[in-house]
């Protein structure tokens, strides 16, 4: 698909989780789960030579000097749109119950800022399980008071992963830059930390993922970095090794049932940041690019990026900025939404809740879940976004 592609020498535990996770089919994403739990190195080669693989590892700060480490394509995605959804955590549990009863993974799910009490949310689906999660998405939408469901299943997603993202501005910009320069349109937008993924039309997915990968200089070697990642990493592992030594045989089997279990390791509220949105602009190749050109120009740091269906070829893009850049990202994207012929707006009353732990990808339910305990909690949701 990419001539030019190269081999990794090595990658951390979270950044081939993701690669696995959005499309890039090395290696099972249960697999690395059990290796991160475990603290598990895991080297990957080749069973028809000697060759040195690729290590997989615990991360390392040495490698968030490099903002992007792969780039990755899933074409067998479909996307389902609820549109004049009630704004409510309520509406969410009853949506997302209703498609974990039925066993099937949600991939990707983005709402947009709610207007008017309504709001709008996108998710996708693997594309031969649409139609079971249509007959449960429109149950549940009819029931909850919601209007039309829509859905696509002639759409791609391609995405990028890094640790370097936590430390680098300007990565989304790269990103939709390269695909504007190829004229092709963004559908839909979701991150994590170290990930940005997007929504493109299947027939145009394969040339998003060269020009992306392009844009990163992925064929570059990096090989003196990552030798220095290997050997500060397996050192790393030696010395947990040594602590665990002593461990009894016992109780390593009493560790054995709990492998399978969705472990989430980490709920975190940051309410340290910021949301920018920017309202009704065209919904055309090159117009992300535009916006995040100037906040990478702003040097402000972007988190979450949420952008979502179009409507009469209009879209709204929602972002996160640390809340002490906001001021500039404001400035920015004021003067953008003029020239686009939108608005902006900044809300820094918000927080952001993080639920993240081993397991949650190959789960069903995972959702639900969250939305039931907000419900219970009577907490708003006013944007979300998913690795």
């Known amino acids: 698909v990419v001539p030019e592609a190269r081999k990794l020498d090595a990658i951390s535990f979270d950044e081939m989780l993701e690669l696995a996770s959005v499309g ?74 209703d498609v974990a009863e039925r066993n099937l993974v949600v991939d990707m799910i983005v709402q947009n800022i709610p207007t008017d009490g309504k709001t709008q949310i996108s998710f996708t ?8 999660a249509l007959r449960s998405v429109e149950e549940a939408a009819k029931e909850a008071g919601a209007g039309q469901v829509r859905y696509e299943d002639n759409v791609s997603k391609v995405s990028i992963v890094g640790a370097g993202m936590r430390i680098h501005t300007g990565v989304a910009n790269r990103m939709f830059s ?14 994590s930390e170290i990930k940005i993924s997007v929504l493109v039309d299947r ?15 992925l064929d570059e070697p990096r090989t003196a970095q990552e030798a220095s990642y290997i050997s500060e990493s397996l050192a790393q592992t030696r010395r947990r090794e040594m602590s665990l030594r002593d461990e009894s045989l016992a109780a390593v089997v009493e560790r ?36 995040f050109q100037r ?14 269906v179009s409507t009469e070829g209009y879209t709204h893009i929602s972002f996160t900025v640390p809340r002490d850049q906001a001021e ?23 927080a952001k809740i993080t639920v993240a732990g081993v397991g949650m990808r190959t789960h069903t339910g ?22």
């Open 203 to 217: 027939d145009r997915a394969v040339e998003a993922l060269r020009a992306v990968h392009r844009a990163f200089q």
């Open 125 to 132: 689906v693997m594309r031969g399980e649409l139609h079971e």
């Open 328 to 350: 500039r990202a404001e400035r920015q994207v004021n003067a953008v939404a003029r020239e686009l012929g939108g608005t902006a707006a900044v809300d820094s009353n918000i």
């Open 366 to 387: 995972v959702a639900a879940r969250i939305f039931d305990a907000l419900e219970k909690a009577r907490v708003p949701v006013h944007m979300i976004n998913t690795s």
């Open 24 to 97: 890039a089919r090395v290696m099972h994403s249960r697999s690395i789960e059990f290796a991160k739990k475990f603290g598990v190195p895991v080297h990957v080669r080749s069973s028809f030579s000697d060759a040195d693989g690729t290590w997989i590892l615990p991360a390392s700060p040495a490698m968030e000097q490099v903002p992007v480490c792969g780039v990755a394509m899933d074409k067998d995605e479909a996307r389902i749109t609820i549109v004049e959804v009630p704004d409510s955590p309520e509406t969410l549990h009853q949506i997302f119950s």
């Open 178 to 191: 390269a695909l504007a320069a190829e004229h092709i349109n963004i559908k839909m937008v979701s991150t």
């Open 256 to 291: 054995l049932p709990s492998m399978e279990a969705i472990v989430v390791n980490a709920v975190q509220a940051d309410t340290t940041q910021a949301r920018v949105t920017v309202f009704n602009v065209p919904d055309r190749p090159g117009i992300a690019a535009r916006v």
């Open 295 to 308: 906040i990478a120009e702003a040097n402000v740091m972007v988190d979450m990026i949420v952008q979502n």
